[in-house]
């Protein structure tokens, strides 16, 4: 079943990829990978989540705000490969990076809702290399920012 | 017109690549990829601000720290192609760190100070794919510091 | 001599590689890349320090803390070698993240725990570009994370 199926089942769809407010692009391609610039939880035009964790935003929320970095990212991915995701060969890393209050320890909790979705939907094809830090702030106060490395078809 | 030129136009030019305080090396080579170590804002052997932003550095001045950053990056390059920066086909990836007080949100547009002198100099092959977060401190208490992936001639 | 012959003259060997806790893989390759996912310093099931540096963690614990992020790096890759870690080209890329204090301006010290270890392991075929930045919290409460880019044999 293709990626976009499963997310139908999930109740899910890719949105129309979020555009880059700078002088840079969604995503590069250079031989077999795909580099995909850091996605935010945006739904729409608002992130599902404001704020660092646990102060601000919950364990849970942050690993739903993962999540939707990821269908982010696979909405840009698509469109790099001109609208077919059967290309894509596999994951290959993801950097994720948790906005969190000093002290807190569950980073890699949080990164779990990054990595689980990519299993549910690409099985081991989805499994991937993973950085998973903390840091005191992210872009427009998100609570989650998610890179990406993908292998495509040459 | 070549890049060297177009900084030379805004009265830039490429200093002698930063050479790194340790055990590692500016720049790798590993088929078609050039990685770049992170850049600090040196200008000769100081850097161009200190401390985060914004209580320590203005975003203007993080800005002009991550121009600084590419240039110094694009120097690094051009020794790692023996000289010659017309080797280079893109950018690939920018990491972008910036230093930051708890709170700071305006990570892109610091970021955008090294995005948008590559699309300025490189014009489309300057585009790439680009993560930028927010940290607490960096090396020698700069203000931003950015690693490059660039895409070279086989 | 051969890394692990090196490392045996130093009193250090390999470890059965650490389990990730989730669902990604420790190591991904793609073509001649090998992706190794963010390493902490585990000996056995503990990590060898706690705590940002240097507040919790003094520079020369952090430094050790990298040179086992090191070991437990190419405990993964010589399982994903198939077991034979003579199949490495050469180190391409480290991540070194430093959980630090606010005002922490020393991660390039830390990170050459790292950077050292790697050189004294496999000599030029060492050294690597690398990107050691500050951060405020780390998985586990780490002092030090370390994520790697080898490249290995066709």
Known sequence: MSIESKLHEMGLSLPDPPK????????????????????????GNELVAHGPVPSHTSIEDAQGSAQRC????????????????????????????????NGFTEQAKVANGASE????????AGRHARAAVGVNALPLNAPVEVEFVFEVQP
């Open 20 to 43: 880059p407010v700078a002088s840079y692009v969604p995503a590069v391609r250079s031989g077999n990978l795909i580099f995909i610039s850091g996605q935010l939880p945006f739904a």
């Open 70 to 101: 990821v269908i982010n990212g696979l909405a840009v991915l698509k469109a790099a490969l001109g609208g077919d995701l059967s290309k894509v060969v596999r994951v290959v890393r993801l950097g994720v990076f948790v906005a969190c209050d």
């Open 117 to 124: 979705i990519l299993f549910t939907l690409m099985g081991e």
